[in-house]
Nanobody
Framework: QAQLIESGGGLVQAGDSLRLSCAVS????????MGWFRQAPGKEREFVAA???????YYADSVKDRFTISRDNAKNTVYLQMNSLKPEDTAVYYC?????????????????WGQGTQVTVSS
C-alpha cells in the first residue's frame, strides 16, 4: 500500500522560503518519478515540478528559478525548496508518484497521491 505524506507547509510572508517534504512508503521509491502539484481555491490542480527516477528535473514556468525539486532515495523522500514566495503561490501542495519513473505534467499520469499540505503566502 503506497503512502505519501507531505509536510512543511505553513503561513509565510512574500519573499520568504519554505521546504516541503514528501515521505513515501510502500513502493520502490527509487524507481518512481515524483511530482509536485498545487491547487488553489476555485482552480484546477496544476503542475509545479517533477523529478524522474534518473533525477532529471522539470519545472513550471511560473516557479522556474525560484523552486527546486530534489529527492533522497536513502530516505524515500522528495523535497520542494520554495524561495522568493509570492502570494500567487498560495495553494494546497500535493506530491505524486509515477511508477513509470518518467516526467509528466499531467495529473492523470501519476499513480499515487498524498493528502496535501497548505502553503499560504501573505503580501
Amino acid at each position: 500500500q503506497a503512502q505519501l505524506i507531505e509536510s512543511g507547509g505553513g503561513l509565510v510572508q512574500a519573499g520568504d522560503s519554505l521546504r516541503l517534504s514528501c515521505a513515501v512508503s510502500g513502493i520502490m521509491f527509487r524507481r518512481y518519478g515524483m511530482g509536485w502539484f498545487r491547487q488553489a481555491p476555485g482552480k484546477e490542480r496544476e503542475f509545479v515540478a517533477a523529478i524522474t527516477w534518473l533525477t532529471t528535473t522539470y519545472y513550471a514556468d511560473s516557479v522556474k528559478d525560484r523552486f527546486t525539486i530534489s529527492r533522497d532515495n536513502a530516505k524515500n523522500t522528495v523535497y520542494l525548496q520554495m524561495n522568493s514566495l509570492k502570494p500567487e503561490d498560495t495553494a494546497v501542495y500535493y506530491c505524486a508518484a509515477d511508477r513509470e519513473g518518467r516526467y509528466s505534467r499531467g495529473p492523470n499520469e501519476y499513480d499515487y497521491w498524498g493528502q496535501g499540505t497548505q502553503v499560504t503566502v501573505s503580501s
